[in-house]
């Protein structure tokens, strides 16, 4: 197995990936977060007809910063990802392939597929479009596909995503806690040694970082963390709610309510999404026809930052650890603060014993 | 704070606790535990008539083992704990107390309130009735009541239970991979610093013992993991299942379609338990009648360990990473085993940043 910090060698330890999530996470805070030396990804979601400019942009911030771009002019890989669903229609993800041949960012990062084999398609033409720059990684959430998608697709990188997660995943699922254990023997069981792991699910700070090493991953992806990041695509709205939303265990749930009111429904069936609770999800759970929660939710929409809030309607996608995020920082002050505090929490508790 | 290994002397790093389980965990596994440098409770549940007898045998078994004999004669403290629900008729409760005062366990574990108050009231009965001697422990699954609990009933532990325990515990919930360092957090912020945390729910290995220390936990709860030892009190079939289940993320649910069928009726509102997916769990998600899923229930119960399994409808509680169980071990070397592969986890990990 190669290791990430060769593989992607802008990076540093701890491996600290910035999640593509979807309209929130563009190539600002994707190119900030890999110059601080983390792996910054661009949300592409399904606006697959833009990732060529999305790309183009991220090969434009990336002159800002030198040693990105020396590594982007030596190598040809521009040294951010995005991540695509594999449910949106085929035809789009074609043009995908495109921006990949074009731009060869350093991995695409698929999710969503219908069936696990659509991985292994997909896989392959990225593979072929990247002319071997393009690395390829795939999310799953459960140890029976790890070992599907392991075996039939064979990504460089699983991204093993637990149920605490905020966006979305799968409707059950276990945490990281035994989750990322169980996909690691697995696979060292069926003898597949080359394929990096990366937890995601509930990771907010160094804590959860040093926590994910040690259960076997070989770094930690946040998505809910970042949200509070000055270059999130975000309404402050939204922000707001992220910083003040806290117990996520009690205040957040996985639910499909969100999607069927912002009309998203491509998801494969075993799909929903973990957002904060509000008043469209409580509504939900008391009855109300979906005709009018969504009546509720588009007027809702016109309210600009005072639409999200415990009382409000729009959604609040975040996972379950939201309630440590305190604070909006920079994206790349952002990786360094986890990977020192990953280091630190590892050293403190590790003489002790 | 006292540390846990001063305040239970008996005990070696990192601190391993053997969960209360009701029936399950009786005075051979709870002594097995502390016996190899562990605290093991007994899971009392609502038998409180028979703690007596549970604390006598305990008493009885700890004059095999030279430590602990020791330990017991010289404080009078006996070396393991209980564990009761606190939603048990009261007047059942306070013969518990008279078995505190004659018996001085070393701690008490209470759970299960159907308010948060009820803690405060048993936490002075224990204090008064162990006469210094037995801590009081109390296992809580938010934020909110971490909080609430910790300024209320002062507890000496607070055990931080994730959803991803097996049996019973929150409807909703986090894992602890971030519930942990929230609790964490709020306790400092109310300046609270005297109570120990101890995670609980996934955790089934050193890994995960070792992701409990650097999330902030100073030990680390196990119960799924003790189902597989052999000195818990179960039933072969149970713990065949327990072996066999993988994936627990898919193939365990919390629900509390078994409650139902076993009759455990007076579980406070927003508790359900997590346990391996069986027959009685799909007929009951397919509509099945509840009188007819209780009929074919006591069937099953009549053939004994073919009771159990993915066909059968006996209960087998386990928590989501029963997949990371794979063999029967006495209860001490499991004690041993989470030690050293926790210390070789962060000492793998902590000299390669």
């Known amino acids: 197995m190669v290791p990430l910090a060769e593989q992607y060698p802008w990076t540093t330890l701890p491996f600290i990936v910035g999640a593509p999530m979807r309209q929130l996470a563009m190539a600002r805070l994707a190119v900030e977060v890999s110059a601080a ?79 696990n084999q659509d991985y292994a398609v997909w896989a392959e033409k990225i593979r072929k479009m990247g002319e071997g720059k393009t690395q390829v990684w795939i999310q799953v959430g459960s140890v029976a596909d790890a070992l599907e998608v392991a075996k039939t697709a064979r990504p460089d990188v699983l991204v093993v995503q637990g149920t605490d997660a905020g966006g979305h995943g799968l409707e059950t699922g276990a945490g990281i806690i035994s989750l990322l254990p169980e996909v690691a023997d697995a696979l060292d069981a069926t003898g597949i040694t080359d394929i990096n792991l990366i937890a995601a699910g509930g990771i907010m700070d160094g804590r959860g970082v040093a926590a994910t090493l040690v259960l076997g991953a070989n770094g930690a992806c946040l998505g809910t963390r970042f949200l509070a990041s000055e270059e999130a695509n975000i309404g402050n709205g939204y922000r707001q709610e992220v910083i003040r939303a806290s117990d996520g265990g009690m205040n957040t749930a996985r639910t499909k309510i969100y999607d069927k009111l912002r009309g998203t429904t491509l998801w494969p069936v075993g799909y929903n999404a973990r957002g904060v609770l509000n008043q469209s999800f409580h509504d939900h759970n008391a009855g109300l026809a979906l005709e009018e929660n969504r009546k509720l939710y588009d007027e809702a929409m016109k309210q600009g930052d005072a639409g999200w809030g415990v009382n409000g309607r729009i959604t609040t996608y975040a996972g379950t650890g939201v309630g440590l995020v305190k604070s909006v920082m920079k994206g790349g002050d952002i990786v360094k603060e986890l990977q020192q505090q990953a280091l630190r929490r590892l050293e403190a508790v590790t003489p002790k014993l």
Not at 64 to 69: A, I, T
């Open 37 to 115: 030396g983390g792996f910054g990804f661009i949300g592409a979601g399904e606006s697959l007809d833009e990732v060529d400019s999305y790309l183009e942009q991220a090969a434009s911030l990336v002159k800002g910063h030198e040693l990105l771009q020396t590594y982007y002019e030596k190598s040809g890989v521009l040294p951010v990802g995005f991540g695509f669903f594999d449910w949106a229609p085929a035809e789009d993800l074609e043009k995908c392939m495109v921006a990949v041949k074009k731009w060869k960012p350093a991995a695409v990062w698929q999710f969503g597929a219908y069936k």
